[in-house]
């Protein structure tokens, strides 16, 4: 096996117009991997619609820069959670449309991993994305809750495997605002979520070879890593209370993924401090199992001359 001679880079970022397009948020995704020079491409659907596939109604904003509203959860309350079900299945079967036809454009150089939110997560959008209900539900109710979730968690595992099956190379599975310790405490976290957690991960297909856990947000639960299967680890390094990338490494014990701040440096720049942020996570991981990346979806509003400058930054 070959040592690569550079971390490869990467980044993601919404385009609130285009995404409620299979087409239109597959050309856009290929536009900027193209343009950017991406080496590996983390697909970036629709935040809300895997929660719209479960009933939730949301609409466009109608701005660049604003991300969809939502018209009406599908969980406005406790026993709404008894009939929780996969009620739209177009919602998935678009994300599956349009990653095939960025995977195809972009040929086998370039491998695209498909996201997917945990299903916690998609559960904290179904009532509207509030942390603190769906926790307190699930923590007082989990014989109501916890069925919903199991379901969600199968949808999401078929979903994971028709994605490979299009050419993905793994997934990118989000823990988006439930992976932090002041959210859920870790040992109530592996009691009540975990498991649903890896059944989606432990149902991935052999060919999933590029599968990455995202755990999002501060003050992380990242003992969870060790337990969760993926390829590599993709937190936020600037975020409070979170490990460097060379502890978070040794944890983990894979590759980790980050090193950039996403709402700052590739926000504001310049294009020499996002250069120093990458030689500061080469030199901490001595450039090994890492790849170049934002801790988390950069901002619409971030500029083309700050995303190019994450690949001069290795490439120097």
Request: glycine share 8%; charged share 20%.
């Amino acid at each position: 096996m070959k040592v690569a001679d550079r971390p490869p880079v990467g980044a993601w970022g919404h385009a609130y117009r285009q995404e409620w397009s299979p087409t239109d948020l597959a050309a856009i995704t290929v536009e900027r991997a193209r343009k950017f020079g991406w080496d590996f491409v983390k697909f970036q659907p629709r935040a809300t619609f895997f929660a719209e596939a479960f009933g939730s109604v949301y609409e466009p904003s109608g701005h660049a820069l604003r991300a969809p509203i939502l018209v009406t959860p599908a969980v406005p309350d406790l026993e709404a959670w008894r009939s929780a079900k996969l009620v739209n299945p177009k919602a998935f079967d678009d994300q599956v449309e349009s990653i095939a036809i960025v995977v195809r454009e972009l040929g086998p150089d370039v491998p695209v991993i498909q996201t997917v939110f945990s299903p916690i997560t998609v559960g904290g959008y179904l009532v509207g994305k509030s942390q603190s209900r769906i926790v307190r539900e699930l923590r007082k109710y989990p014989e109501v809750v916890g069925p919903a979730l199991e379901r969600i968690a199968n949808a999401l595992a078929h979903f994971s495997r028709r994605s490979v099956e299009v050419g993905a190379a793994g997934i990118f599975y989000a823990i988006s605002g439930y992976a932090g310790r002041k959210v859920i405490p870790e040992n109530v976290y592996r009691d009540l979520v975990l498991p649903y957690d890896l059944a989606v991960l432990n149902a991935l297909p052999k060919e999933a070879w590029f599968n990455v856990l995202h755990l999002c947000g501060s003050n992380l639960n990242f003992d969870l890593a060790r337990d969760l299967p993926a390829q590599a680890v993709s937190w936020s390094i600037h975020n409070q209370g979170n490990p460097s990338l060379a502890r978070g490494r040794e944890i983990a014990g894979r590759a980790v993924m980050g090193g950039l701040s996403q709402r700052a440096t590739l926000v504001y720049g310049p294009a020499s401090k996002i250069s120093a942020e990458a030689r500061a996570a080469i030199d901490d991981t001595g450039g090994r199992g890492l790849l170049i990346a934002p801790g988390c979806s950069v901002p619409p509003r971030v500029r083309s001359i700050n995303l190019e400058a994450i690949a001069s930054a290795v490439a120097a």
